[in-house]
DNA sequence: GCATAATGTAGAACAAGTTTCAGACTTGAT
DNA sequence: ATCAAGTCTGAAACTTGTTCTACATTATGC
């Protein structure tokens, strides 16, 4: 049996009302649809209230930022990705293939929606300190995506754990390289694949 | 002997005059100037254009805009950089060892000018498809001194160049972490380390 | 049920990146 | 030396993220 990620979700500060969770929805789902096309740049604070049918300022009290906005979306198409990937767990046979096959699958779910994708992994970039909570959030969901896909029996090594940090860099920074045209969809292929080796290297058997 | 890097430069296109030469050079140093103190936001244009005693419109036609001027800050300040390193190369014996030593005394030089280093890696890592040149000189900048770094006998294999480009992706991911405040200097310092391995891992001899 | 504090709305106002424009200044070819 | 083309300046205008204000609506404790 292998090791359950324990939940990864916002620490939902106070319990909002159901009108207020719809508005938050609306905000959310608006901002998607927003950044699907168009990516960041489209992604105008005025059009999303408008289109979630609510106040700037109220848009404001929910997310203080655009930085804020997209990060949210992020961690919510993240949860979706992540909820879709467990249904079909990766095929491969040891630890490393497995974590490439899902890290690819995740990455063909972006080409679908590459401005999608350009909004949020630009936000999450671009995020400064006063994001961080936030951000940390999308980190500790793709980390428990990437131990998901490695299927540990047990609990991982700090040695794991550094790989799967040095995977998730490489995940963002060549996504970043694909979106802004500078690598093919290959050459990502080719990186995910290259770091998923450390992903042996780091394997508990062979200290 | 080992293999000299070429020369990393922008194709300069048209030749400027003295002037104008000079005018670009005062517009990188207020621009880094400022970058100094404050980081990203603090590289105000109509600032930089004041500072560097150009008008508005000179600077915009120098730096199509302001992701534009700091990745040439960038570029500029790794020129620097990399001169700097080469003037005495790394210690160790090892090629991981000797490219995770030339990065981290990248990183402390960082670490000097955080706030500099902020603006730069942000723009970095935000630039759209307009800026792919110019981000893509930096990359080959960093990349060449990487190589340097590894002081390779040889051409490096496609594969050295895959764990190259790994290094990269991480170097670049771990500094946002690290200016980001959710990652230590010392968690940066074991991130490079551990991607480094990647280096050992594709060493032509091992085939 | 009511007082009141919190939340939401509309819209103006502000800040900084970017664009535009008319006129002055350089430069380079003749 | 001169004319044309290209460059620079100063200043205003425009865009979009963000903040603020005055007022309406909703939620909550009593």
Same mark, same amino acid.
């Given at each position: 049996m292998t090791v359950e990620a324990k939940a990864v979700t916002?620490? $939902?500060s106070p319990p909002l009302t159901e009108r207020q969770e719809a508005r938050r929805r609306r905000i959310l789902h608006a901002?998607?649809?927003l950044a699907g096309r168009g990516g960041f740049d489209a992604v105008q604070? &005025?059009?999303?209230?408008e289109? $979630?049918?609510v106040a700037l300022g109220?848009?404001?009290?929910?997310?203080p930022s655009k930085v804020h906005l997209l990060v949210a979306t992020m961690q919510d198409q993240l949860q979706h990705m992540h909820t879709t990937l &467990?249904?079909?767990p990766p095929a491969a046979e040891d630890p490393a293939a497995r974590v490439a096959e899902t890290l690819m699958r995740a990455f063909r779910a972006l080409q679908r929606e590459p401005h999608l994708a350009d909004a949020m992994v630009r936000a999450l970039t671009f995020a400064d300190r006063s994001v961080s909570p936030e951000v940390d959030t999308v980190s500790r969901l793709t980390t428990a995506i990437i131990l998901d896909a490695m299927g540990l029996e047990s609990a991982p090594t700090a040695e794991q754990l550094s790989a799967v940090r040095v995977i998730e860099h490489t995940w963002h920074s060549a996504l970043i390289t694909w979106l802004s045209g &500078?690598?093919?969809i290959a050459q990502v292929k080719i990186d995910i694949e290259t770091v998923? &080796?450390?992903i042996d290297l780091t394997a508990p058997e062979r200290a």
């Open positions: 916002t620490p $939902a901002s998607a649809q604070m &005025r059009e999303v209230a289109a $979630a049918g109220t848009l404001y009290r929910y997310f &467990r249904k079909r &500078r690598a093919s998923c &080796r450390l």
